[in-house]
């Protein structure tokens, strides 16, 4: 199963899973735009595939969790706030 972190304003907002066989170009290879294409034409939206192993993109991607454009990172904690 594949994981993808819908964000908005840089902000993941939810996290859905979507089949591998979603993923697949004419080669049966996975590719990770596919799966965008295919949450974006479900639910709309700019959607980034995440790792729930963490193998890629930093840490797997929760709501409000933060997206730089090239991985994924927690919130500060609230004792991290000043």
């Known amino acids: 199963m594949a994981h993808f972190a819908r964000v908005e304003n840089g902000i993941v907002s939810e996290v859905i899973v979507v089949a591998n066989a979603v993923l697949l170009d004419e080669d049966g290879q996975e590719r990770e735009s596919i799966g ?3 949450c974006k034409d479900l639910l709309g939206g ?3 595939q995440t790792s729930y192993n963490a193998s890629f993109r930093g840490v797997f991607a929760n709501p409000g969790f ?3 454009g090239r991985e994924f990172q927690r919130p500060p904690s609230t004792d991290e706030v000043v």
Request: glycine share 0%; net charge negative; charged share 20%.
């Open 66 to 68: 933060h997206w730089d």
């Open 36 to 38: 965008a294409a295919f």
């Open 46 to 48: 700019e959607w980034v």
